[in-house]
C-alpha cells in the first residue's frame, strides 16, 4: 500500500511512467503499423505494376488485333481504296505500339505468349499482307491467298492476346487475395495496438489530471506573482514621471537664478561657480526630460504629433541640424542621402533620434574622422543610417546597447555627459512610429546605426510643394 501512497503524493511519477509506457507503445505501434503498410504497399504495388498491367495489356493487344483484321476485310471485301489502306496503316502502327508497350512490361511467365514472339507474327503478318493489296486487281488469287494466311496470323496474335488477358486476370486475383488478407492482418493488428494505447492513455489521463491541478495552482501562483510585477513596474514608472515632474522646477529655478547671478556680473570666483551650476542644471533638466519620456513610453502613451512628411525635404533639413550638431562635437558630416515619398511621423521626434545617433557617432568616433549621414527608400521602407568610423562596439556588448543606463566605456560616458539613455530613447521613438532601429559594428573598423520607417501611398494635397516638406497634421 505504500507504494499507491507514493504514487498519490507524487503524480510525477505516474505521469513519467505513462509517458514513458506511451511513447514505447507509439514507437512499437508506428514499427508495426510501417511494416504492414510496407507490406499491403509491395503487395499492392505488384499487383497495380505488373498483374493489373498485363491484364490491360492482353486487352488492348487483342482490341489493337481486331482493328486490324476489321480494316484487312474491308479491303478484302471492298477493295483497296485510299482511305481503307490509311485505316489499315494506322490500325497496325496502333498494334506495333501495343507491342511495344507489352515488350516493356515483359511476361514472366514462359508458358504464356512472348512480346517477341507476337512482334515476329505481326511482321510476317504486314511483310507479306501489305505487298499484296497491290495485287488486288491483277493477281486475285494471290491477293486471296495473302490474306488467308494475313487473317490466320491476326488470329494467332489474337489468341495470345486472350491468354495474356486470362493470365493477367488470374495473377490480379491472386494479388488482390494477398491484399485483403494482408489489410486484414494490419485492421487486427493496429486494432490491438489502438486497445493497448487505450490503457496507457488511461493511466496518463489520470496523471494528467493531477498535473494539471498542480499546474493550475502554479500558474495562479505565477499570476498573483506577475500582477504584484506588473504594480511594482508601473509603481516604478509613476515614481520616475512624479520625480522627474518634481525635479523641472526646481532645476528651473536654480538654472535661472544662476543665471541672473551671471547677467548681474558677479566676481570671477563666484561666476565659475555659477557657470557650472548653470550647465550642470542644463545637464540635469536634460536627464529629467528623457527620464520622463521613457516613463511615458513604458505607460504605452508616447507623446507624438503625427504630420503626412515629404521625405527629400525633411532629409534636407535633417542634414543641416545633424551637420551643425557634429562640428559641435569636432566631426565633420558627410552626407549620402537619396529617397523619395511620403512618412507619416512625428518630424521632431524623429529629429530627435536621428540626432542621437549622430551625437554618438560623434562623440566615440576617432577624432578627425568623418560621420556619414545616409537615407534611402526602398521596398516600402525609409531608412536612414549614420556611420563612424570609430573603435566599434565589442560583440558580446552589442545586444545590450539599446538598455537603458548602459555605458560601454562609463568614464568617457560620464566626461561627455552620456547617462545611457540616448539609444533608448531613440528606439522607443523609432518603435512608436511602426519602426525599426539596429545596430551593426565590427572593432576597429566602426559602427553603423540604421533606423527603418514605413512609407505612405498618400498624394501630396494639390497645390502642395514638395520643398516644404511637412503637411498639416490631421
Same mark, same amino acid.
Given at each position: 500500500?505504500?507504494? *499507491?501512497?507514493?504514487?498519490?503524493?507524487?503524480?510525477?511519477?505516474?505521469?513519467?511512467?505513462?509517458?514513458?509506457?506511451?511513447?514505447?507503445?507509439?514507437? *512499437?505501434?508506428?514499427?508495426?503499423?510501417?511494416?504492414?503498410? $510496407?507490406?499491403?504497399?509491395?503487395?499492392?504495388?505488384?499487383?497495380?505494376?505488373?498483374?493489373?498491367?498485363?491484364?490491360?495489356?492482353?486487352?488492348?493487344?487483342?482490341?489493337?488485333? @481486331?482493328?486490324?483484321?476489321?480494316?484487312?476485310?474491308?479491303?478484302?471485301?471492298?477493295?483497296?481504296? =485510299?482511305?481503307?489502306?490509311? #485505316?489499315?496503316?494506322?490500325?497496325?502502327?496502333?498494334?506495333?505500339?501495343?507491342? $511495344?508497350?507489352?515488350?516493356?512490361?515483359?511476361?514472366?511467365?514462359?508458358?504464356?505468349?512472348?512480346?517477341? %514472339?507476337?512482334?515476329?507474327?505481326?511482321?510476317?503478318?504486314?511483310?507479306?499482307?501489305?505487298?499484296?493489296?497491290?495485287?488486288?486487281?491483277? &493477281?486475285?488469287?494471290?491477293?486471296?491467298?495473302?490474306?488467308?494466311?494475313?487473317?490466320?496470323? +491476326?488470329?494467332?496474335?489474337?489468341?495470345?492476346?486472350?491468354?495474356? #488477358?486470362?493470365?493477367?486476370?488470374?495473377?490480379?486475383?491472386?494479388?488482390?487475395?494477398?491484399?485483403?488478407?494482408?489489410?486484414?492482418?494490419?485492421?487486427?493488428?493496429?486494432?490491438?495496438?489502438?486497445?493497448?494505447?487505450?490503457?496507457?492513455?488511461?493511466?496518463?489521463?489520470?496523471?494528467?489530471?493531477?498535473?494539471?491541478?498542480?499546474?493550475?495552482?502554479?500558474?495562479?501562483?505565477?499570476?498573483?506573482?506577475?500582477?504584484?510585477?506588473?504594480?511594482?513596474?508601473?509603481?516604478?514608472?509613476?515614481?520616475?514621471?512624479?520625480?522627474?515632474?518634481?525635479? $523641472?522646477?526646481?532645476?528651473?529655478?536654480?538654472?535661472?537664478?544662476?543665471?541672473?547671478?551671471?547677467? @548681474?556680473?558677479? #566676481? $570671477?570666483?563666484?561666476?565659475?561657480?555659477?557657470?557650472?551650476?548653470?550647465?550642470?542644471? =542644463?545637464?540635469?533638466?536634460?536627464?529629467?526630460?528623457?527620464?520622463?519620456?521613457?516613463?511615458?513610453?513604458?505607460?504605452?502613451?508616447?507623446?507624438?504629433?503625427?504630420?503626412?512628411?515629404?521625405?527629400?525635404?525633411?532629409?534636407?533639413?535633417?542634414?543641416?541640424?545633424?551637420?551643425?550638431?557634429?562640428?559641435?562635437?569636432?566631426?565633420?558630416?558627410?552626407?549620402?542621402?537619396?529617397?523619395?515619398?511620403?512618412?507619416?511621423? &512625428?518630424?521632431?521626434?524623429?529629429?530627435?533620434?536621428?540626432?542621437?545617433?549622430?551625437?554618438?557617432?560623434?562623440?566615440?568616433?576617432?577624432?578627425?574622422?568623418?560621420?556619414?549621414?545616409?537615407?534611402?527608400?526602398?521596398?516600402?521602407?525609409?531608412?536612414?543610417?549614420?556611420?563612424?568610423?570609430?573603435?566599434?562596439?565589442?560583440? %558580446?556588448?552589442?545586444?545590450? +546597447?539599446?538598455?537603458?543606463?548602459?555605458?560601454? &566605456?562609463?568614464?568617457?560616458?560620464?566626461?561627455?555627459?552620456?547617462?545611457? @539613455?540616448?539609444?533608448?530613447?531613440?528606439?522607443?521613438?523609432?518603435?512608436?512610429?511602426?519602426?525599426?532601429?539596429?545596430? +551593426?559594428?565590427?572593432?576597429?573598423?566602426?559602427?553603423?546605426?540604421?533606423?527603418?520607417?514605413?512609407?505612405? &501611398?498618400?498624394?501630396?494635397?494639390?497645390?502642395?510643394?514638395?520643398?516644404?516638406?511637412?503637411?498639416?497634421?490631421?
Amino acid at each position: 500500500m505504500s507504494w *499507491i501512497k507514493g504514487i498519490r503524493e507524487q503524480p510525477w511519477r505516474v505521469t513519467v511512467a505513462t509517458v514513458a509506457g506511451l511513447l514505447v507503445a507509439i514507437t *512499437i505501434a508506428g514499427l508495426v503499423g510501417l511494416l504492414l503498410i $510496407r507490406s499491403i504497399e509491395n503487395v499492392t504495388d505488384e499487383a497495380l505494376r505488373y498483374d493489373v498491367n498485363l491484364e490491360d495489356e492482353g486487352d488492348d493487344l487483342r482490341a489493337a488485333v @481486331l482493328d486490324v483484321r476489321h480494316y484487312h476485310r474491308n479491303i478484302y471485301f471492298g477493295g483497296p481504296s =485510299k482511305t481503307r489502306i490509311d #485505316d489499315f496503316e494506322n490500325s497496325y502502327a496502333q498494334l506495333e505500339e501495343e507491342i $511495344r508497350e507489352l515488350k516493356a512490361l515483359g511476361v514472366r511467365d514462359p508458358d504464356a505468349p512472348q512480346p517477341e %514472339e507476337i512482334q515476329a507474327t505481326a511482321e510476317e503478318y504486314y511483310r507479306d499482307f501489305r505487298p499484296a493489296v497491290a495485287l488486288y486487281e491483277e &493477281d486475285r488469287a494471290a491477293f486471296d491467298a495473302a490474306s488467308d494466311r494475313g487473317l490466320a496470323r +491476326i488470329d494467332e496474335m489474337n489468341r495470345a492476346g486472350e491468354e495474356l #488477358d486470362e493470365l493477367g486476370e488470374q495473377l490480379s486475383e491472386v494479388s488482390f487475395t494477398k491484399v485483403d488478407r494482408a489489410t486484414t492482418t494490419a485492421t487486427v493488428v493496429l486494432l490491438s495496438v489502438i486497445f493497448g494505447l487505450l490503457l496507457v492513455g488511461a493511466g496518463l489521463a489520470y496523471a494528467t489530471v493531477r498535473v494539471v491541478n498542480e499546474l493550475r495552482r502554479l500558474y495562479d501562483e505565477q499570476q498573483a506573482a506577475a500582477q504584484k510585477l506588473a504594480e511594482a513596474s508601473q509603481a516604478k514608472t509613476d515614481f520616475i514621471a512624479d520625480v522627474s515632474h518634481e525635479l $523641472r522646477t526646481p532645476l528651473t529655478v536654480l538654472r535661472g537664478n544662476a543665471q541672473v547671478g551671471l547677467a @548681474l556680473g558677479i #566676481d $570671477r570666483e563666484h561666476a565659475e561657480i555659477l557657470e557650472e551650476i548653470v550647465a550642470e542644471s =542644463k545637464r540635469m533638466s536634460r536627464l529629467v526630460e528623457d527620464l520622463l519620456f521613457l516613463a511615458k513610453s513604458d505607460s504605452a502613451s508616447v507623446p507624438l504629433a503625427f504630420e503626412t512628411v515629404a521625405v527629400e525635404p525633411f532629409l534636407a533639413e535633417l542634414a543641416g541640424r545633424a551637420g551643425v550638431l557634429a562640428r559641435e562635437r569636432g566631426a565633420a558630416l558627410e552626407t549620402e542621402l537619396e529617397g523619395e515619398g511620403l512618412v507619416r511621423i &512625428d518630424p521632431q521626434r524623429i529629429e530627435q533620434a536621428v540626432l542621437i545617433l549622430v551625437d554618438n557617432a560623434a562623440k566615440y568616433g576617432r577624432r578627425g574622422r568623418n560621420v556619414t549621414l545616409a537615407a534611402s527608400a526602398r521596398s516600402g521602407q525609409l531608412r536612414i543610417e549614420v556611420r563612424d568610423h570609430g573603435p566599434g562596439i565589442p560583440r %558580446e556588448m552589442l545586444p545590450r +546597447i539599446f538598455e537603458r543606463f548602459y555605458r560601454l &566605456d562609463k568614464a568617457r560616458s560620464r566626461e561627455l555627459g552620456g547617462a545611457g @539613455l540616448g539609444l533608448p530613447i531613440a528606439k522607443a521613438i523609432i518603435e512608436a512610429h511602426g519602426g525599426h532601429i539596429e545596430a +551593426i559594428s565590427r572593432q576597429g573598423e566602426g559602427t553603423r546605426m540604421s533606423l527603418c520607417l514605413p512609407l505612405i &501611398d498618400e498624394p501630396l494635397p494639390a497645390g502642395e510643394e514638395a520643398g516644404l516638406g511637412r503637411l498639416e497634421p490631421s
